[in-house]
Every structure is written in C-alpha cells, then in structure tokens.
C-alpha cells in the first residue's frame, strides 16, 4: 500500500516516454522526450575526470560537504552573477545534482503544510518534491502569449501569504523557458521580506538566455541578498549530466542545516566528478563556453518554432525546450503524445502532473537533437495528425 507521503506524487512521465523509445530501437525516432543534449562537456572536465581515475582521494567519501576546490569555484561562480560574496566553507555544500541541492533545502526550509510558491506550468519534479518535503505547492500561473512566456510580478508576490515557507523560482524556468527579471524580484523582496520567507533560486539554466543578457539573480537585490539560496547544477550548462554534481550556496545559518540534511540523505557527491565540474567553472574560458553551447541551443529552438509555425507552440527565452498547447488540435497532450509516437516516430512528453495547467501541453526537447534531424519535424506532425 503507498504510504502517505506518496499519494499525491505522480510520475513526470518522461521515463515512460523514454523506456518505449529506447525499446524501439530506432534510430529514426526524434528523441525530444528528455532533457539530455549531445553537445560535447566542456574539455577542461573531460581530462580532469580521466585523471581522477586514478587518484585515492577521487575514491573517498571526504569531505561530506565536498571538495573544498569544488565549494571554492562554486561560491566564487554564484559572486559573480549575484555581486554578492560567499564563503566557500560556510556558505556552500556540494550535492548530487541540482535536484538533490532542491530537495535538501526544502528539507531544511519547509515545515509541513507550509507553502511553497510555485509558477505554473513547471517541472513536476519540482513540485514532487515540494510534496515529498511535506510542503503544500501553491502555483502562480504563467501567462503564453505570441512573444512567449509571461508572469506578473504582482500577482506572484501576491501568492506569498503567511503560510509560505519559500518561494521556488527558475529561471529560464523548465519546461516553459520564461525568463524573471528584476520586476520579479523587486515585487518578491518586499513579499517575502514581509512573511519571512526564503526564496529557492534554481539556477541550472540561467545562463542559457536567448536574448544575448546576463542572467538576473536574486540575490542581486538587496532586499533578497540574505533570504536567497542558490541552487546550480552542471548538468546543463555545463553538459555533464552524468557526472552528478551540483551545489547550494546561501547565507552560513541555514547552510548548516542544508549540510545536515545531505548528511543524513545523499551523505556526499560523486568522487570522480567534482574536479571535473570545478575545472569548468574555472576556466579561462567557462563563458565563452557556455555562450557558444546556447547559441547552437537557439539555432534549434528556431528550427523547432520554424517547422511547427502552424501549430500553437510557445517560444521559450531560454532553456532545453519548448511547449505545444494541445487544446486547439482538440486533443489531450496526452493523445498527440501517442500519435506521434506511433505515426511519426517522435518521442516527446505529455505534461500530466506538471502544474494545473500541465496537461494541456506537450513538451518538446531540442537540445538532444541536431538542426539537420530536426527539420523533419513539420512533416512528422503533419503524418501524426
């Protein structure tokens, strides 16, 4: 019988999506089920991780918070985006991806039936975990228009009341690739400023912005300097996604409980790999890097908004994907998932779960597949519908 704490956790639908595909077999299908990207990690990463092989203190548990050359490069990292200074010792744990630095803080932060602010449509993971942390998700929703995703400032400082524990903001955000700005975190300030309430940053994506700015960070605003913890991830920035490195940095008092709470879970991070991700970070040339893996990332976005011009997709302003809104083909995500599974070869993922407002959308990944593989796209749709 499922225990409590699981009942109201659905799947994210994308392992189900992803098990047929793989069980296919096929090279021909498009795989823009899952969030994974073909485009080679930085080098730097590559030869530290093979140097680690055979290193002893690659092979160890210590030290549980990380490797201090790791907490160091990802401390001096979140400075630099947010001008704001961090202790590498005090202020920054490493963790076993972006996901388990956001489930490891809402441990330390949420208390249960407490609120957690939310945007709608999101990732489900996020909002499973929300749930699994005994938090209550409470979503603002997003708005689609023909320039892409939109939310009001207002009315998402509105939605922090005095039962809200944090605020679970990203940006770009997954799947939807909305963009927040300082109207968001000025309005946030003040909110929650008001109701003593933390806001939780996900930064795995906030340098990959298709409008050539600088990533907008929270903790830039005075107001927020000491209510925001950062949560950031190699996995896509940087593409080393089997590599399971993240960290969380935030102010020293509840960084010693998000330490004690990766102690008692995780308990440490991947050995082989947090060299590897603190040799990215460093290098000389870490945002040339990165600039150059997004712009590929937009030139398929644009191929993707291209070939399906005749159907209503939103454009993303940054990020791995982009959604497709079912309701005007008169069919459930769900269905148009199945169609062209089955007629076009096209794996992507139903987004039941994934916010109120989830399963009106499909959601399509163009990170994973080259420009020349995706402009077959159109022509799939047309054999799917």
């Known amino acids: 019988m499922t225990v409590t704490r699981l009942r109201d956790i659905p799947g994210i639908g994308v392992d189900a999506v992803g098990d047929a595909a793989d069980a296919a077999g096929d090279p021909d299908f498009l795989r823009l089920e899952n969030l994974d990207t073909d485009l080679r990690p930085p080098a ?12 002893d203190s690659a092979n160890s548990y210590l030290p549980f918070q ?36 956001i489930l490891n803080t809402l441990l330390a932060t949420v208390e249960n039936g407490q609120e957690v602010v939310l945007c709608d449509p999101v990732y489900a993971g996020l909002v499973n975990r929300v749930r699994l942390a005994g938090g209550i998700p409470r979503f603002v929703p997003a708005q689609p228009t023909a320039d892409g995703w939109t939310i009001d400032p207002e009315r998402l400082a509105k939605a922090v ?27 946030l300030a003040d909110a929650c400023e008001r109701h003593d309430a933390w806001l939780i940053y996900d930064a795995a994506m906030e340098r990959i912005r298709f409008d050539g700015r600088p990533p907008s960070h929270p903790a830039a605003h005075e107001k927020l300097a000491r209510r925001t ?18 960290w969380v940095v935030g102010p020293a008092p509840i960084m010693a409980d998000i330490r004690l709470v990766g102690l008692t879970n995780v308990v440490c991070q991947v050995g082989l790999a947090q060299q590897a991700v603190a040799a990215a970070l460093n290098a ?5 890097d990165v600039a150059a893996a997004t712009a590929e990332w937009q030139r398929r976005c644009e191929t993707v908004l291209d070939q399906l011009a005749a159907y ?37 993922t139903p987004m039941d779960g994934w916010g109120p407002s989830g399963r009106r959308y499909l959601r399509m990944v163009f990170a994973n597949e080259p420009v020349e593989r995706l402009t077959s796209l159109g022509d799939r749709f047309r054999l799917a519908l």
């Open 229 to 246: 913890i950062t949560v950031g991830s190699a996995s896509k920035e940087l593409r080393l996604i089997g590599w399971r490195v993240g």
């Open 66 to 101: 990380g490797h201090r050359s790791l907490r160091a490069a990802a401390a001096a990292h979140v400075g630099r985006l947010s001008g704001h200074a961090y202790d590498a010792d005090t202020q920054c744990v490493s963790v076993a991806g972006g996901l388990n630095g």
């Open 312 to 348: 209503p997709v939103i454009r993303p302003h940054g990020g791995w994907s982009l959604l497709l809104d079912t309701r005007p083909l008169e069919l459930t995500a769900s269905d148009l998932s199945r169609r062209l599974f089955d007629r076009a070869k096209v794996a992507a």
């Open 161 to 187: 009341g005095p039962g809200t524990a944090a605020v679970l903001m990203m940006g770009p955000a997954m799947p939807t690739g909305l963009v927040l700005d300082e109207r968001h975190w000025s309005a």
């Open 44 to 55: 730097v990463a590559l030869a530290a991780t093979h140097a680690a092989v055979d290193a």
């Open 284 to 288: 000389p040339d870490a945002e040339a």
